[in-house]
């Protein structure tokens, strides 16, 4: 079997992969055996040294009793739940492409599948302009394959009111994003809702975040300068399924929602 090489100094994830492989092979024992003691399938445990998926805490507890590592397994696991992951952006991509359902707070920008091209690439242009075209043409592809789908994503979005009244890129393009957003907001799989600044303070002050649906998990991402967090335990993700939830209860409802777009975009000129 031809496997992607794996760089274990790339993430905890990574080393983890990489020393499952080590401790099966030395062990002497081959993926069908390994996928016996820890009950799944032959090419799940390939999957799951190749770090196309990962190990569930039950896993690896059965490993850690036959190869006599205490709970070093569990605690590997642990770390990388809750630690910085470098490589969370690669990782994130699957996701996006097998979600069924997006919930995510925006704080200062109109999310990236909603946006158009010229503003999307505005705000490129304003992060690193040097690799602007590279990083639109990355951002566009994503905005296809999530949007193009024979069945979409159901996405519904809590927006500050900020993202309306700051004018990215100029007046044209911001009218154009605005009618573009406004637009969407009719789609039969789409909630889009915004915070007043008169709400007041409200959980989403600590950052963006999104909370993506697989078809048996949930898993979340947490923005932040220079990358952000992939979240996968549990714990965390029901945390911010509650914070979605309590900043939601500030928001306007979807056609007060509407009519604060309309009256943005009959302001821009």
């Known amino acids: 079997m ?19 492989r080590f401790l099966r092979e030395r062990a002497g024992l081959s993926l069908s055996q390994c996928g016996k003691i820890i009950g799944v399938a032959r090419s799940t445990v390939s999957n799951i040294e190749a770090g196309r998926q ?18 070093l397994l569990q ?20 996701f996006e492409e097998q979600a069924a ?14 946006q158009t091209e010229d503003y999307m690439r505005a705000l490129a242009m304003a992060g690193a302009p040097d690799d602007a075209d590279d990083t639109v043409a990355r951002r566009l592809a994503r905005q296809q394959v999530l949007l193009d789908r024979e069945k979409p994503p159901f996405f519904y979005l809590i927006l500050e009111e900020d993202v309306l009244r700051t ?10 994003q605005l009618a573009h957003l406004r637009g969407m907001m009719d789609l039969p799989q789409v909630i889009i809702r915004f915070v007043q600044p008169a709400a007041g303070a409200h959980e989403g ?6 909370i993506i649906s697989l078809e048996r998990r949930d898993v979340a991402f947490a923005g932040a300068q220079y990358g ?9 993700v029901r945390d911010l399924w509650a914070r979605f ?25």
């Open 54 to 71: 990962r190990p569930q805490e039950d896993q690896l507890a059965r490993l850690d009793e036959q190869y006599g590592t205490g709970r």
């Open 205 to 210: 002050f600590d950052g963006a975040f999104q």
């Open 228 to 236: 952000g967090r992939l979240i996968e335990g549990p714990s965390e």
């Open 75 to 94: 605690l590997l696991l642990w770390y990388a739940r809750n630690t910085h992951d470098p490589d969370w952006g690669r990782q994130l991509v699957p």
């Open 167 to 176: 004018c990215v890129g100029g007046p044209e393009i911001m009218k154009a």
């Open 2 to 20: 031809v496997r992607d090489p794996l760089e274990p100094k790339i993430s905890l994830w990574h080393f983890l992969a990489f020393y499952l």
């Open 101 to 114: 359902a997006f919930r995510a707070y925006h704080g200062k920008s109109i999310p990236r599948p909603f």
């Open 245 to 269: 939830d309590r900043i939601g209860a500030k928001a306007l409802s979807e056609d007060a929602s509407r009519a604060l777009v309309e009256r943005y975009l009959e302001q821009v000129t």
